[in-house]
C-alpha cells in the first residue's frame, strides 16, 4: 500500500549521521519500492479471505501500534495538538478516500493496473501545485504533465474493450493519496514521522469502519491470512522507515525518481503470485506514465 504519509514533509535538514550522500539514499528507496510492493502484494492475498473493511482495521490498528511504540520510544507525544490542525484534518480525508479505494483496487483489480495508475500520483500533484501553492509550471512542463495522463489514459482504456470498471477504484484512490501529499506540504513541521505514522493508519481503520456493514460479524482469520497480516505490517513498518531514510540522506531530485522501481517490482510479484500478464497498452502505458514522472524529476532539478 501507498505510504502512511510524506516523510519528507516533516523531515529536518540533512545533518549528523544521515549525511550517507546520494548511494545510500538510491539503496533506501529501491529496499522502500520492494517493500512497498511486497505488502501491496500480502494486502491482496489477505483480501482472498477477508473482507476489505475487516482488513483495513486490523492492518490500520497494527500499524498505529507500531508507531506509537517507535512515537514513545523516541520520548514523542503520541496525541499532538497539531495532530487535529485544519491542514492535518483535510489531509485525513484524502488519506481516508485514497486507502479506501486503492485498497479495494488491490483486492478487486489486477495487481499491475493498481501499482500502474498509483505512479500518476506526482504528476497530479504537480498539476495542482500550481492552483493551490501558485508554483509555476512551463509549457514544457505542461506538456509532460499531459504525456503522464496519455499514459494513465492507456492503462485503464476508457470506452475501449480493455476497458474494466474496477480501474477506477485505483484512480480515486490515486487522487485521494495526492490531495493527502498536497496537504502534508503544509503539514506542521513539529509532527515527526512517527507520529505522522500514527495519523495515517488510524486513516486505515477509519476507512475499513466505513465499509464494514455494521450489522456483519467479522470473519475468525484463518493462520494463513493471520501470517499474511503480520508480513504485511512488518514490511509495511520496514518500508516507511527506508523510506524516511532514503528521503534524509540524499538529494531529492536523485532519490525520488527511483520510486518508480516500486512498479517493476509489482509487475513481478503479479506474475509469480497472481499469474496476470499485463497486454501490450497497459505496459506502454506504464512506461509512459513513469517516463513522464522521472522528466517531471529531471526538469524540476535543473530549474533549481
Same mark, same amino acid.
Given at each position: 500500500?501507498? *505510504?502512511?504519509?510524506?516523510?519528507?514533509?516533516? $523531515?529536518?535538514?540533512?545533518? =549528523?549521521?544521515?549525511?550517507? %550522500?546520494?548511494?545510500?539514499?538510491?539503496?533506501?528507496?529501491?529496499?522502500?519500492?520492494?517493500?512497498?510492493?511486497?505488502?501491496?502484494?500480502?494486502?491482496?492475498?489477505?483480501?482472498? +479471505?477477508?473482507?476489505? %473493511?475487516?482488513?483495513?482495521?486490523?492492518?490500520?490498528?497494527?500499524?498505529?501500534?507500531?508507531?506509537?511504540?517507535?512515537?514513545?520510544?523516541?520520548?514523542?507525544?503520541?496525541?499532538?495538538?497539531?495532530?487535529?490542525?485544519?491542514?492535518?484534518?483535510?489531509? $485525513? /480525508?484524502? #488519506?481516508?478516500?485514497?486507502?479506501?479505494?486503492?485498497?479495494?483496487?488491490?483486492?478487486?483489480?489486477?495487481?499491475?493496473? *493498481?501499482?500502474?495508475?498509483?505512479?500518476?500520483?506526482?504528476?497530479?500533484?504537480?498539476?495542482?501545485?500550481? $492552483?493551490?501553492?501558485?508554483?509555476?509550471?512551463?509549457?514544457?512542463?505542461?506538456?509532460?504533465?499531459?504525456?503522464?495522463? $496519455?499514459?494513465?489514459?492507456?492503462?485503464?482504456?476508457?470506452? @475501449?474493450?480493455?476497458? +474494466?470498471?474496477?480501474?477506477?477504484?485505483? @484512480?480515486?484512490?490515486?487522487?485521494?493519496?495526492?490531495?493527502?501529499?498536497?496537504?502534508?506540504?503544509?503539514?506542521?513541521?513539529?509532527?515527526?514521522?512517527?507520529?505522522?505514522?500514527?495519523?495515517?493508519?488510524?486513516?486505515?481503520?477509519?476507512?475499513?469502519?466505513?465499509?464494514?456493514?455494521?450489522?456483519?460479524?467479522?470473519?475468525?482469520?484463518?493462520?494463513?491470512?493471520?501470517?499474511?497480516? %503480520?508480513?504485511?505490517?512488518?514490511?509495511?513498518? @520496514?518500508?516507511? +522507515?527506508?523510506? +524516511?531514510?532514503?528521503?534524509?540522506?540524499? #538529494?531529492?531530485?536523485?532519490?525520488?525518481?527511483?520510486?518508480?522501481?516500486?512498479?517493476?517490482?509489482?509487475?513481478?510479484?503479479?506474475?509469480? /503470485?497472481?499469474? #496476470?500478464?499485463?497486454?501490450?497498452? #497497459?505496459?506502454? =502505458?506504464?512506461? /509512459?506514465?513513469?517516463?513522464?514522472?522521472?522528466?517531471?524529476?529531471?526538469?524540476?532539478?535543473?530549474?533549481?
Amino acid at each position: 500500500m501507498p *505510504t502512511p504519509s510524506s516523510p519528507s514533509a516533516a $523531515a529536518p535538514g540533512r545533518s =549528523g549521521p544521515l549525511q550517507a %550522500g546520494n548511494s545510500g539514499g538510491i539503496l533506501f528507496m529501491v529496499l522502500a519500492m520492494a517493500c512497498f510492493a511486497l505488502e501491496d502484494m500480502a494486502v491482496k492475498r489477505i483480501a482472498e +479471505t477477508l473482507p476489505v %473493511g475487516e482488513l483495513l482495521v486490523l492492518f490500520g490498528l497494527g500499524g498505529m501500534a507500531v508507531f506509537a511504540a517507535l512515537t514513545r520510544a523516541r520520548g514523542e507525544r503520541l496525541l499532538h495538538p497539531a495532530m487535529l490542525s485544519r491542514v492535518m484534518l483535510l489531509r $485525513a /480525508v484524502f #488519506e481516508v478516500a485514497g486507502r479506501l479505494f486503492f485498497t479495494l483496487s488491490l483486492a478487486l483489480a489486477a495487481l499491475s493496473t *493498481t501499482s500502474a495508475i498509483l505512479q500518476a500520483t506526482p504528476l497530479v500533484v504537480a498539476a495542482a501545485g500550481v $492552483a493551490f501553492f501558485g508554483e509555476r509550471v512551463t509549457p514544457g512542463r505542461w506538456a509532460i504533465i499531459a504525456l503522464g495522463f $496519455a499514459g494513465v489514459l492507456l492503462v485503464i482504456r476508457p470506452g @475501449l474493450d480493455g476497458f +474494466t470498471p474496477l480501474s477506477m477504484l485505483a @484512480l480515486l484512490g490515486m487522487f485521494g493519496f495526492a490531495g493527502r501529499d498536497l496537504a502534508t506540504r503544509a503539514a506542521p513541521p513539529i509532527l515527526s514521522f512517527a507520529q505522522l505514522g500514527i495519523t495515517g493508519f488510524a486513516a486505515l481503520v477509519v476507512a475499513g469502519a466505513l465499509v464494514s456493514p455494521s450489522g456483519d460479524a467479522w470473519l475468525m482469520p484463518s493462520p494463513a491470512a493471520l501470517g499474511w497480516l %503480520g508480513f504485511a505490517m512488518a514490511v509495511g513498518v @520496514l518500508a516507511y +522507515t527506508a523510506l +524516511t531514510l532514503a528521503m534524509r540522506m540524499g #538529494e531529492i531530485s536523485v532519490v525520488a525518481p527511483f520510486r518508480y522501481i516500486r512498479l517493476l517490482f509489482a509487475m513481478i510479484l503479479a506474475a509469480l /503470485v497472481f499469474g #496476470e500478464r499485463p497486454d501490450a497498452a #497497459e505496459l506502454l =502505458g506504464a512506461a /509512459v506514465i513513469v517516463g513522464s514522472g522521472v522528466l517531471l524529476l529531471v526538469t524540476s532539478r535543473r530549474r533549481r
